[in-house]
């Protein structure tokens, strides 16, 4: 099977010259993927090829102008709604609206914390989504070689939320809470307070916050 995937690789390498190696593998594990190769094999003229490819390179494309680097590309291949998540940045882009683009993608790297933090209200996910280390935390999990690292780094990801939940904070706070300017101090505070053990240093720290 791994032969067979390497070969049916090497089309989507050789459809896409000078593309990175993590980029190749995206562009391979879109959901249509199939469907997009038939079409770019069956056109008629190289214009409708590279129609086809165009379209099929849009969401990649939407990902990296908006500053998503290769750790982050390789989580968002996996996510369960890929294809939905790939329709929105499509449908976005082909109405010109830069801002509809940008949120589309935000709603993809928001599936990334999803996935890792299965049950979490909403309002959770986004408070863990928008947290200002997310990038290095969400790439030291994704590069963690056993499952005891990476419960690891997603208790140490997820213990300010906590502390703040069992101090009484509510969604409505939490909202407020995760746009403050020094939120990364704060949190740092935090994790510093969890780690010393002292309940008071932790309630006082989100008193701060």
Do not use: C, H, Y
């Not at 593998?25 to 214009?47: G, I, M, N, S």
């Not at 709603?107 to 299965?118: E, H, I, N, Q, T």
């Not at 209200?121 to 990476?150: C, G, H, M, W």
């Amino acid at each position: 099977r791994r032969a067979v995937s390497a070969w049916r690789g090497s089309v989507v390498d050789a459809l896409f010259p000078g593309r990175s190696k993590v980029e190749i593998k995206f562009l391979e594990t879109t959901p249509a993927r199939q469907d997009q190769e038939k079409a770019v094999l069956a056109a008629k003229t190289d214009d409708q090829k590279t129609a086809l490819l165009d379209e099929w390179v849009v969401p990649l494309d939407a990902l990296l102008s908006n500053g998503v680097d290769d750790a982050a590309l390789m989580a968002l291949q996996v996510v369960p709604n890929r294809g939905d998540l790939e329709k929105a940045i499509r449908d976005a882009t082909k109405s010109g609206d830069d801002a509809a683009v940008r949120r589309a993608v935000s709603a993809w790297r928001g599936s990334v914390v999803d996935a890792l933090f299965p049950g979490r209200s909403k309002v959770e996910i986004k408070f863990l989504e928008t947290t200002p280390a997310r990038q290095d935390q969400e790439k030291a999990v994704l590069a963690a070689k056993t499952d005891d690292q990476k419960t690891a780094l997603l208790d140490e990801w997820v213990v300010p939320l906590d502390a703040l939940l069992s101090n009484g904070v509510d969604d409505a706070a939490l909202m407020a809470l995760q746009v403050v300017p020094n939120r990364g101090d704060l949190e740092k505070a935090i994790r510093d307070a969890t780690k010393s053990g002292d309940d008071a240093a932790v309630r006082r720290a989100v008193s701060a916050w």
